[in-house]
């Protein structure tokens, strides 16, 4: 009577193993894709497919697919479904025995992980190409010709500056732009202003600190045209413009030291 309980016990593996080859090669799931596309087809492409890709390959081994990774090379499989302590590949990462790749050493330990822990799942791949390929976009929402249009995706160009009703106000192509925006608006630019509140308002403005008076009479002394770019030239060279303007992101930081 026993060996008739016994033949189930014997039974059940055999009708079990089919199962777990064909789960082996059944599509990965959306987890296992997302983890090889972010982490292991990035350490393939980087580390594995100068000697191992499709121009070269030493030991006559590829691993730029799962097939080929499969069939292996001179030295056999380079993996075992589900086995990483007995794949060639995973050994030789860890420089467990004679084979030791990279030969140039070891890969960085949390690499190997990664590695190892694909080929513990499975080694699912989610489509047929090379392991060199770009990652498929995720499946999500189409980008519209409008998010294509928007400006930061735009290739830089020099546009042309606008046309202005005041031509004698604008010293340079930037000002047209900030008088055609004014003049749009039914405003004209306020008077320039005298070399005493020009100083004091970039001083203000820049480091948050007024001018000493030696800075002011300097520059209402200095006549020269570029007098005032030296001006904005030394404050931005200051620590005080970096004090000042570091306030701002530790606040969104919310730095309270």
């Known amino acids: 009577m026993r060996r008739i309980f016994f033949a189930p016990l014997l039974i059940a593996p055999c009708l079990l193993w089919p199962r777990a080859a064909a789960a082996s090669d059944a599509a990965p799931v959306a987890t296992q894709a997302e983890f090889f596309e972010a982490k292991v087809r990035p350490i393939l492409a980087a580390r594995c497919l ?4 499709a121009e070269k390959q030493d030991g006559k081994l590829r691993l730029d697919s799962r097939s080929a990774l499969l069939a292996g090379g001179d030295s056999g499989p380079a993996i ?3 086995h990483p302590e007995l794949s060639r590949l995973v050994q030789s990462l860890r420089h467990d025995g004679a084979l030791k790749m990279p030969p140039a050493g070891r890969l960085p330990e949390d690499e190997i992980a990664v590695l190892t822990k694909w080929v513990g799942q ?3 791949w989610p489509d047929s190409g ?3 390929s770009p990652p498929r976009r995720a499946a999500g929402r189409a980008i519209s010709e409008a998010d294509r249009g928007f400006w930061s995706f735009r290739p830089v160009r020099d546009p042309a500056p606008p046309p202005v009703h005041d031509t ?3 010293r340079s192509a930037i000002d047209r732009f900030i008088l055609s925006e004014l003049e749009s608006h039914g405003l004209r630019p306020v008077p320039a202003a005298d070399r005493r509140t020009l100083i ?7 480091v948050g600190l007024p001018p000493s008076p030696e800075e002011v009479e300097a520059f209402v002394a200095d006549a ?3 007098a005032f770019a030296r001006v904005v030239d030394r404050l931005l060279a200051s620590p005080h413009y970096g004090e000042r303007w570091a306030r701002h ?3 969104i930081a919310r730095y309270g030291e």
């Open 122 to 124: 499975g080694a699912p």
């Open 80 to 82: 075992v479904l589900g």
């Open 200 to 206: 004091r308002r970039a001083t203000f403005d820049l």
């Open 249 to 251: 992101w530790l606040d």
């Open 50 to 53: 100068d000697c191992h890709g």
């Open 224 to 226: 020269s045209p570029d």
């Open 168 to 170: 004698s106000w604008p």
């Open 130 to 132: 090379s392991a060199s």
